[in-house]
Structures are given as structure tokens and as C-alpha cells.
């Protein structure tokens, strides 16, 4: 089973789905107290973003809210889980299911190849 501490972990999405907002530039910086994690996140068309859920062991369940450049405010609720790369990094795969919207899909989050330290700052 896969120990994971978020604290300070940054992310950029490596893939979305069709209906997915996240981009390439899109980076996600977590806190994790407990079983309770959450990120910000920003890039992209996203102008700040939010989500805040529950770790079990590395499956997480949370939802989220954003605001976009396009002036939308939407929230989801996703499941996913984390998963250690050869090379060490974290990989992010989760399933999300907009509220605001009918539109569905999957997202994958990974830590920088070359962003192995923890950071403090988005």
C-alpha cells in the first residue's frame, strides 16, 4: 500500500479528457492534513481553482470549484487514485464528473520530471 504525505507537492496535468478544463499549464500545489487533502490550482484557462477531499491509503475522493477566463464558476466531484512512477514521481489518474455541467471524464496529474523537490508556493 502506497504511504503518500501531499504536503507540498506540485502537479501538472499530463492528460484530459474531452470535457476537461485543465490544460499543460494547469499546476496543482497540495496540503494534506491527515486524511484530508487539498490543492489550488491555476494555469491555463483556469484562474484559481480548489479542491478539497479524503485520502485512503491512494485513493482519493474530493470535490472541486473554479473559476475560468471564459467568467464560468463550476464545481465536481471526482474519485481517483495515486500511483509511484519508476523514476519516483506521483502520478494523479481521476475520474471527475462535473456538477455544473453534464459533461464527464478523466484527468491525469504528474509531478514535473525535473520538480522533485516539495515546494512551498504555487
Not at 51 to 56: A, E, H, Q, T
Request: glycine fraction near 10%.
Amino acid at each position: 500500500m502506497l504511504s503518500l504525505d501531499l504536503n507540498g507537492v506540485r502537479m501538472r496535468t499530463a492528460a484530459t479528457g474531452e470535457s476537461g478544463v485543465v490544460s499543460r499549464d494547469t499546476e496543482l500545489l497540495f496540503e494534506q492534513t491527515a486524511d484530508v487533502v487539498s490543492a489550488r490550482y491555476c494555469g491555463g484557462a483556469i484562474i484559481d481553482g480548489y479542491l478539497i477531499g479524503r485520502l485512503s491509503g491512494a485513493l482519493i475522493h474530493f470535490r472541486y470549484v473554479q473559476a475560468d477566463v471564459d467568467g464560468r464558476l463550476d464545481a465536481g466531484v471526482s474519485e481517483g487514485y495515486f500511483e509511484q512512477l519508476p523514476n519516483g514521481r506521483l502520478r494523479l489518474t481521476e475520474r471527475f464528473q462535473w456538477i455544473t455541467r453534464p459533461e464527464h471524464g478523466t484527468n491525469v496529474f504528474e509531478e514535473p520530471a525535473n520538480d522533485l523537490y516539495r515546494s512551498s508556493v504555487i
